[in-house]
């Protein structure tokens, strides 16, 4: 059977390449610093998206992305290595958004876009590393999740099976279609950009780049319609401007420091009620939750 | 995550040479194809982006997967059982990789599923991918044998294999055999022809590299009784059909995941690539140009690796309270490993880009006649690119040997225990010099060049390009060489009826054309490219050159032929 996949992705700052002026003194990230790169995890996740393109032929993978119009970057590179389409969910009104209203953007977005099978995404995003986002989605959405998946194993009759990579082991679930996945960077690495299609779809460009381009690329780009990535607003999606944004965000940063890693021991607990209820005395004993 | 392309800028400064515009636009025909294939360029511009972007990916998987694979592959090595060979699971991964990028069939054209790259861009992958892995670079290499079945296969052959080439599978040439090494006249696997017009093959095949591959070029006897080369055809084997089995893989020094076969051809069914009897003197010879450049790129590929884990370490290594890097000894090491690398990448693509004019000429050819004017111009690279060819080939594998034994020289001790990359590099190194013809053998194919003057001609144009001031110092140098090296070729030419003399000093005049015709390279490319590396790998370079030229000559002035017999054993 042909399934319309969508996979959820994110242009981060580079942070595994961090400097001292990663961040700003109004406790920011410092973008201009940092290269922008595909989240790692989210590449994870369009491999299973594309594997399962592979098995099932005639599907589609159409990769959207929140952010800045250059995010259209990351649409390109997937589209390079085997994704067929992309839209930027792209308004001055979103900036600012935690992981609430991104969430919320982009349950928008995905409900415009419609007639989805499965929603794949990576567990998490390196700037901000909540891994909250997948699973707000699937939540407004009403949709089930499964999260830390590392393969899909099987996609037929409606269900489809996951492993998922857990602390203590592994764990095979079965969830009905449609579903929310977020994918773990233990799984398998996503393949490479392929030559022919990075020729193919070097052009491709989202109406906001249209602007820059030369005449002669322009006119190729007006002839052939896959080089036309989307571009989406908040009026679009019918967000409502009190839910997106600064505004919709509840998150507000009081400070921020830099901390140097000084553990000195660890201590293994297990998930009785009994080892729940002494660490959540202690957090709060020692103010770090409360 | 490392990128070989991106981290190496000297490469996209090769890639825009002016003479690129005059290939890409005929093997573009004028940039027509952009109407039937969407990934076709429109422009040369365009079509330069297309190599940069490409050789982009390449730089990536050869940084990533191919190098972090690289000693895996050498300690696990391929296996054989059943008469089937299993690669490494790194050299898997490797193919793998490769394939999902479409990294095969790169110089084929479009309707056969290739990406219509010339013979540069291509041949510059194939310096990253040595640099990655060198013998992984034998078997992503073997691709170009779908040049020789482009070029000399039917429409049928070509239709049915090329593409199969494109989408990945591996190919092999199946040439030499126990008594047939370096001369292959003397080979004996037997092709019958069958009622059907089908051939089948018998005999056995040794050191095949990549033996077990999907698509086999064989050379073989066709015609009964015969005993040179003039009794030899060339042959596809597709393994689908069965016949060949590889009786065992060797246990060589290096490039070990590369696997090196002896192959028992049972009854195997084969066609006919070609006409009968051309199989040597013709078809095998295009091949072995070609894999002969492909050596020379697969040289400068270990060139690079082992300068660049030298110069690491050297910064690194401290003793006597300072980095090793600081003692001239050692610099000098360095200094002189990189002139060698910038040199022979110089003539590497200089070469390639001959080849690329003639061939894209022949290739025109096929399908309208050339004008006189064409043909002149694909007869002169034509020659250019044979004289180029064994020059590069033969000095640039050299160099790469002397390289990795400067690297280990670095290392100092620790080069010596198998903790450092250094010691796989000397390894791999090794063969460069001798597969695909020894160095003696380029040595008997460049010596014609020295004596009817094309390199002498080659020299007399780079003479003629004007460079920067600060270089032109230089230039007078070189100058000065091209005149100790038509000394030298007038003392040797004037020894007559003496085959053995002439022979003798063949090495040392061919090394004197290509020390002369790499300085020039170096200090053009230099003054073009308008890069301080290479400014400062010409004069360290010219140094060497210089001393070189002065030393053979010496040597030729003062010889005595009549001294040769104390030379035999």
Redesign the interface.
């Known amino acids: 059977m042909s399934l319309n996949i969508v996979v959820l992705a994110k242009q981060v700052p580079d942070t595994r390449n961090v400097g001292k002026d990663a961040m700003k003194e109004d406790g920011t990230i410092n973008r201009a610093a940092l290269p922008a790169i595909f989240n790692p995890e989210d590449l994870n996740a369009l491999e299973q998206a594309l594997r399962l393109k592979d098995a099932n032929p005639g599907s589609t993978v159409t990769l959207l992305t929140m952010g800045l119009p250059r995010a259209a970057e990351i649409i390109r590179e997937a589209i390079y290595r085997g994704a067929d389409a992309g839209i930027v969910l792209t308004d001055r009104t979103l900036g600012g958004a935690d992981t609430l209203a991104t969430s919320y953007s982009l349950a928008q977005a995905v409900k415009k876009f419609g007639n989805y099978d499965i929603i794949l995404g990576g567990r998490q995003a390196i700037d901000g590393d909540t891994a909250q986002v997948g699973p707000q989605i699937a939540e407004k959405l009403g949709l089930p999740q499964v999260t830390y998946a590392e393969d899909i194993l099987d996609l037929k009759d409606g269900y489809v099976t996951v492993k998922r990579r857990l602390e203590s082991g592994v764990e095979t679930v079965k969830a009905p279609l449609p579903c929310v996945v977020t994918v773990n960077g233990s799984a398998a690495e996503c393949r490479p950009r392929n030559a022919r299609r990075v020729m193919r779809y070097k052009y491709a460009v989202s109406p906001s780049e249209k602007a820059k381009l030369a005449p002669e690329i322009l006119a190729i780009v007006e002839r052939r319609p896959e080089l036309n990535l989307q571009e989406w607003s908040a009026a679009y999606v019918e967000a409502d401007p009190d839910q997106i944004g600064l505004a919709g965000s509840p998150t507000k940063v009081k400070a921020i420091e830099n901390v140097v890693f000084t553990a000195k021991e660890s201590r293994c607990l297990d998930n009785s009620d009994e080892h729940i209820e002494g660490l959540i005395k202690e957090l709060i004993a020692n103010h770090t939750i409360g | 995550m490392a990128n070989f392309y991106t981290d190496n800028p000297d490469l996209k400064l090769h890639l825009s040479h002016p003479l690129m515009r005059k290939i890409v636009e005929l093997k573009e025909r004028n940039y027509t194809e952009a109407e039937k294939f969407?990934?076709?360029?429109?422009?040369y511009e365009d079509a330069l982006?297309?190599y940069d972007?490409?050789l982009e990916?390449v730089g990536?998987?050869c940084g990533g997967v191919i190098a972090d694979n690289a000693e895996g592959v050498d300690h696990e090595g391929p296996v054989v059982e059943n008469g089937r060979v299993t690669y490494a699971s790194g050299t898997q991964a490797n193919l793998d990789?490769c394939r999902?990028?479409?990294?095969m069939g790169?110089s084929m054209p479009r309707r056969f599923g290739g990406?219509n790259f010339p013979i540069t861009p291509y041949i510059m992958a194939a310096d990253i991918v040595s640099r990655a892995d060198t013998g992984f670079e034998n078997l992503w290499g073997l691709q170009d044998c779908a040049e020789t079945l482009y070029e000399f296969g039917n429409e049928d052959q070509k239709a049915r294999f090329i593409p199969r080439v494109c989408a990945g599978e591996t190919m092999s040439m199946d040439l030499t055999e126990p008594d047939a090494g370096s001369d292959l006249q003397s080979v004996m696997l037997k092709a019958t022809e069958q009622p059907d017009g089908t051939w089948r093959l018998n005999g056995v095949k040794r050191f095949i590299t990549n033996g077990d591959s999907d698509i086999h070029l064989v050379l073989a006897r066709s015609e009964d009784g015969t005993k040179d080369g003039r009794g030899l055809s060339m042959f596809i084997y597709d393994k689908r059909d069965g016949g060949v089995n590889v009786r065992r893989i060797e246990n060589k020094m290096g490039i070990k995941g590369s696997p090196t076969c002896e192959l028992v051809y049972k009854n195997a069914k084969a066609e006919l690539c070609g006409s009968r009897r051309l199989g040597l003197i013709k078809y095998v010879m295009a091949l072995m140009n070609g894999a002969r450049l492909g050596i020379a790129a697969q040289s400068v590929g270990v060139s690079e690796i082992a300068y660049r884990e030298a110069l690491a370490y050297a910064k690194d290594r401290k003793q006597f309270g300072k980095a090793i890097i600081e003692f001239p000894a050692v610099y000098e090491m360095l200094a002189v490993m990189k002139a060698k690398l910038d040199a022979s990448r110089s003539l590497l693509y200089e070469t390639s880009r001959f080849v690329d004019m003639y061939k894209v000429y022949e290739d025109i050819a096929k399908e309208r006649s050339l004008t006189p004017d064409e043909r002149a111009e694909m007869k002169k690279y034509s020659k250019l690119a044979d004289a180029c060819t064994p020059l590069v080939k033969g000095l640039g594998s050299e160099y790469c040997n002397q390289n990795a034994y400067d690297c280990i020289q670095i290392h100092g001790g620790s080069g010596f225990m198998k903790d450092y990359a250094c010691e796989r590099v000397y390894r791999d190194a090794r063969i460069t010099s001798i597969y695909e013809g020894t160095t003696q053998l380029q040595v008997v194919a460049a010596i014609r060049h020295v004596f009817t003057g094309t390199y002498k001609t080659l020299m007399d144009g780079y003479a003629e390009e004007s460079v920067s001031e600060k270089l032109q110092p230089l230039m007078a140098r070189a100058a000065k060489m091209v005149e100790a090296y038509e000394k030298a070729v007038a003392t040797v030419a004037a020894v007559k009826d003496n085959q053995a003399y002439g022979d003798f000093m063949a090495r040392r005049l061919v090394e004197m054309a290509g020390d002369t015709i790499m300085t020039y390279l170096l200090i053009t490319d230099a003054s073009r490219y308008e890069s301080e590396s290479m400014a400062k790998s010409a004069l360290v370079y010219c140094n060497l050159a210089e001393a070189e030229v002065a030393k053979h000559s010496e040597f030729i002035a003062t010889f005595n032929p009549s001294d040769l017999d104390s030379y035999k054993a």
């Open positions: 969407d990934y076709a360029p429109i422009n982006d297309n972007k490409v990916i990536e998987l990789a999902k990028a479409g990294l790169m990406l």
